[in-house]
């Protein structure tokens, strides 16, 4: 299973940016998906997980400003990001896998993107 991501780029303090991920995973049972920042000089950590069922998991530091969802017909997951800090600065890299019975921040993924840059700056 390939993951794509696209969408990341350059953006203002207070911006929003909506980061995507094609992901085909028809056919595959209790799947879940991540979303991961990796900031410069930092480790890779989880930003956002959802199950099959919809149900999302987010990071204390983006929670109520981020979003994360999938649209099964185009086999893409998305990110939107609103109120973007600095902070939020990193390599933003998308995550999945099946047959997960615990799908939680917690999750370890098998299937990796190449990853998209997100750059938050004045």
């Known amino acids: 299973v390939q993951l794509v991501e696209s969408g990341g780029g350059l953006v203002q303090p207070g911006g929003s940016l909506r980061l995507s991920c094609v992901a085909r995973l028809s056919g595959y049972s209790n799947t879940c998906m991540g979303w991961f920042r990796q900031a410069p000089g930092e480790e890779r950590k989880v930003i956002a997980v959802?199950?099959?069922?919809?149900?999302?998991s987010y990071a204390d530091s983006v929670k109520d400003r981020f979003t994360i969802s999938t649209d099964n017909a185009k086999n893409t997951l998305y990110l939107q990001m609103n109120s973007l800090k600095p902070d939020d600065t990193g390599m933003y890299y998308c995550a999945a896998d099946w047959g997960v019975w615990m799908c939680n921040l917690g999750t370890s993924f098998g299937r990796w993107g190449q990853g998209t840059q997100v750059t938050v700056s004045s």
């Open positions: 959802i199950d099959n069922s919809g149900r999302a």
